[in-house]
């Protein structure tokens, strides 16, 4: 069996979204390295995974984040490690949604839904689905990711916005969705890499 999921950036418009089937015996560990692949990021940063409202709820994260994140954190709920428990702990029928958060500057928080059991078995990840460019590690939140998206847009741009262009890794005449764009078959192909 498999879990069938849908992953939704929030506070992005247009969403950006990525539909996943990953395999029944994953842990969480695993799932954030999915999030990683179809996300195109480099896995930089520290994540966290919440049962409820992000950093308001029990939460399943790696063992280094307890230490680093205790301050944040309240004592009343329960922390779970993410290489110790497995998505059929809550997907097979006790949870419909929980949140993701990826990098606590940044704040990258996304919307996971459990969707209808598929059909098929996988022994690899693989993305089925997604929708529009995913943001670029360390580039300031929703904020920065549109200022980088509109400066890649602009035909004369300033020397700021080239400077910006030029950090991110965007030759002046390519757009944002040009170098970073969702293709598929690539995430499909680093999904492969991180689990072969």
């Not at 944040?72 to 006790?94: A, D, I, P, V």
């Not at 949870?95 to 993701?100: E, F, N, P, T």
Request: proline fraction near 4%; hydrophobic fraction near 35%.
């Amino acid at each position: 069996m498999a879990h069938k999921l849908k992953i939704v950036l929030t506070d992005t418009e247009p969403k950006i979204t990525r539909t996943v089937i990953v395999p029944e015996r994953f842990n969480f560990e695993q799932f954030h390295i999915v999030i990683q692949c179809v996300m195109n990021w480099e896995n930089e940063h520290l994540y966290e995974f919440n049962l409820g409202a992000p950093y308001g709820s029990d939460s399943i994260g790696p063992e280094e984040a307890d230490v680093g994140f205790a301050a944040f954190t309240e004592s009343r709920f329960k922390k779970y490690e993410s290489e110790k428990t497995y998505l059929s702990e809550f997907f097979n029928g006790q949870k419909k949604k929980m949140s993701y958060t990826y990098d606590f500057g940044d704040d990258w928080i996304h919307t996971i839904t459990v969707l209808k059991k598929p059909d098929e078995e996988v022994l690899v990840p693989k993305c089925i689905k997604g929708e529009n460019a995913a943001p670029i590690e360390d580039c300031g939140g929703t904020w920065g990711f549109y200022e980088l998206m509109e400066a890649s847009e602009k035909k004369r741009k300033n020397t700021e916005e080239k400077e910006l262009l030029e950090w991110a890794g965007i030759p002046t005449e390519k757009s944002y969705d040009d170098v970073y764009g969702f293709d598929i078959d690539e995430v499909n192909q680093r999904l492969i890499e991180a689990f072969s």
